[in-house]
């Protein structure tokens, strides 16, 4: 009986490298070597490029009847249709366009949120959360006598998920949870929180933020009710990003902004609103971010998101390997599933100060508390220094990272 090997797809990162210039910059007079993808990845020249024709070919304002704006209306508008299949939304009413997951997050707190929470209702978030999934919350929370609840998490960095259950109750209204932790790389099992919130009957709003870049995203499947993503962390460009809602959610929904483009008719007396998505989209919106939006998920998907995450996983558990074995070094968030993502301290010294030797040596990593300081207390941590992967990166910076951290040790120690 034949047998057959599954061959491993190979991933040509050499090739990869040449779409994203700034990848030839030089830092401290070594070539660089960008490790902070968590907080925003490099853009490749497509993407630039997107950028530089919008402004230089069909720069005007969209929905207007002239040439240059109908030409900008169809770009923008593609966008749209693109995102809708990238994240698998059942229609392009369902994909708001924002400035970013933080706004994501806001528009839901001050328009549904400020609808359906009252006194003594329940909203449970993670301890794991970014600062933007929690003090929009704490803010509503506050201001409508609500309560606040938190998912405990593991010392390996999971949610402790038992507890979680034990959370849910009939005051249970929402559930606000990070799909991945930009802190530690846990992936969180989203759907087993959605469809125990759905029991409870509770709404769940995953911040995708740092999964979409590394995970293949079904909102259909998953059944969240809302999840939001920003553009610059999967290629593209700052200031832009998306809410997903489910239709008949946003339908019910009061309105976020006003201004043009959200109205259908105003006079002095009342004003009436557009359909979806535009009800959400008040004023100019950043047409060129969005634009390039598009040539950055066309570029992640014809690179194949399933072939970028073998390459990506296995530089994590390379870098994984390579860093455990520096004495003194703690990797803080050991979850079973991870992203490509190692955050980790060393003893007797500050984040910081490592985070500036790697720069005198042309790595960029980020160092702090990453925008979640409550996890950062959970850990006893006052930070970490945290490395993050993405598509470009090679094996061969990996060792430089490693060869940096520990000439940072010596000249601390």
Request: glycine share 6%; aromatic share 8%.
């Amino acid at each position: 009986m034949e047998t057959t090997t599954t061959i491993k797809p190979t991933f040509d990162v050499s090739e990869i490298r040449k779409s994203f210039p700034i990848l030839e910059r030089e830092v401290n007079n070594q070539l660089m070597v960008y490790l902070d993808n968590a907080a925003t990845s490099q853009k490749p020249q497509a993407v630039i490029d997107a950028l530089n024709y919008y402004y230089s070919n069909y720069n005007a304002n969209i929905h207007r009847v002239h040439t240059l704006a109908e030409e900008a209306t169809a770009a923008y508008e593609a966008t749209r249709t693109t995102v809708k299949d990238f994240i698998n939304a059942k229609s392009t009413d369902e994909i708001i366009f924002t400035r970013g997951t933080t706004e994501g997050v806001n528009l839901v707190a001050y328009t549904w949120g400020r609808k359906n929470i009252t006194e003594g209702d329940e909203i449970i978030i993670s301890g794991m959360e970014h600062h933007s999934n929690i003090v929009p919350w704490q803010i509503l929370c506050n201001e409508k006598k609500a309560v606040l609840k938190i998912i405990p998490v593991s010392d390996e960095g999971e949610l402790l998920m038992d507890k979680y259950k034990k959370l849910l109750s009939s005051k249970a209204k929402l559930v606000s949870i990070v799909h991945v932790s930009n802190a530690l790389g846990t992936v969180n099992p989203v759907k087993e929180i959605i469809d125990e919130a759905h029991k409870a009957g509770a709404l769940v709003f995953v911040d995708g933020a740092q999964s979409t870049v590394h995970l293949d995203i079904d909102v259909q499947e998953m059944d969240c009710d809302f999840f939001a993503f920003s553009g610059h962390k999967v290629y593209g460009p700052t200031g832009v990003g998306v809410l997903y809602g489910k239709k008949k959610i946003l339908e019910e929904m009061p309105v976020f902004m006003g201004g043009g483009e959200m109205i259908k008719e105003v006079t002095f007396e009342k004003t009436t609103f557009s359909d979806l998505p535009y009800k959400y989209e008040a004023g100019t919106p950043n047409i060129a971010d969005t634009i390039a939006l598009k040539v950055a998920l066309d570029f992640v998907t014809e690179n194949k998101k399933d072939i970028i995450r073998n390459h990506e996983n296995d530089l994590l558990k390379y870098a994984t390997e390579q860093l455990s074995v520096i004495e003194g070094l703690q990797i803080i968030g050991t979850a079973k599933n991870k992203v490509s993502l190692i955050s980790f301290v060393i003893k007797n010294a500050h984040p910081q100060d490592i985070g500036v030797l790697l720069d005198n040596q042309g790595i960029a990593v980020r160092t702090g508390h990453h925008c979640t300081q409550p996890l950062m207390k959970r850990f006893g941590v006052p930070g970490t220094v945290r490395a993050s992967f993405a598509m470009y990166n090679t094996k061969e910076e990996v060792d430089r990272l490693v060869s940096a951290v520990k000439k940072a040790i010596k000249m601390l120690t």
